[in-house]
């Protein structure tokens, strides 16, 4: 059975970047599409991005083009999603999951990276 | 672009059934995924494809599409089923996974 688990909260100044870390057990990773998803407080799930390991190809939502790189290392099944310049309104839950083909739902997810920018 | 248009809350006292819609144009001819997500804790998926559940999930949980709507059941709703419900599609149009903005179900 597939699991994700990620890093720990951060605390970030705003202007900085942060990168956390998804690291998958139960499955073969390079088999599979991880996708990185965020929710603000109060708010609705907000797409970021995927990468696909075994073919290290990644697609970003428009709205963070530029500033999300996700990566992917094979070696420790891990996943990576980085986010520069930060600003308040990237403070959020960062969630990574599992895209599961062919219909594409998002299946396991990890336990959630809260992101907090402040001064 | 493409929208998914959910109630912001439904509520049910229990035993009772809940439905939460998912509308959206032609919504029918796509597939639907439906999330649970309870306070501090990340999603789950409850309904795939439309009408598949994950294993674990109770039968309880069902889900229909058709037409512009798509519509996740929960029968003999709990106290425990309290949660919000996000429903999902693949936006073809900017190749990524596109979700309603949520329904905070209340049991009563």
């Known amino acids: 059975q597939v699991q994700l688990v990620q890093s720990g909260a951060e605390v970030k100044k705003p202007g900085s970047s942060v990168k956390v870390s998804c690291k998958a057990s139960?499955?073969?990773?390079?088999?599979?599409?991880i996708g990185w998803v965020r929710q603000a407080p109060g708010q609705g799930l907000e797409w970021m991005g995927r990468?696909?390991?075994?073919?290290?190809?990644?697609h970003y939502a428009q709205r963070f083009q530029g500033r999300v790189t996700i990566t992917a290392d094979k070696s420790t099944s891990t996943a990576y999603m980085a986010l520069s310049s930060l600003r308040s309104e990237d403070t959020a839950v960062y969630y990574c999951?599992?895209?599961?083909?062919?219909?594409?739902?998002?299946?396991?997810w990890g336990q959630g990276t809260l992101v907090t920018v402040s001064s | 672009s493409y929208v998914l248009t959910q109630p912001p809350s439904v509520s049910v006292a229990p035993g009772q059934t809940a439905r939460i819609t998912c509308g959206g144009n032609?919504?029918?001819?796509?597939?639907v995924h439906w999330y649970q997500q309870k306070p501090g804790q990340a999603p789950v998926l409850v309904v795939y494809?439309?009408?598949d559940r994950p294993s674990g999930i109770p039968e309880r949980f069902s889900g229909s599409n058709s037409g512009n709507m798509a519509t996740l059941t929960i029968n003999r709703v709990d106290a425990g089923d309290e949660a919000d419900y996000y429903c999902?599609?693949?936006?073809?149009?900017?190749?990524?996974?596109?979700f309603g903005g949520g329904t905070k179900l209340t049991v009563l």
């Open positions: 990468i696909i390991p075994i073919l290290n190809i990644t």
């Open positions: 139960g499955g073969t990773f390079s088999n599979y599409i």
């Open positions: 032609n919504i029918g001819s796509k597939s």
């Open positions: 999951a599992r895209i599961v083909s062919p219909a594409d739902w998002l299946d396991p």
């Open positions: 999902q599609v693949w936006d073809n149009s900017s190749d990524h996974p596109l």
């Open positions: 494809d439309d009408t």
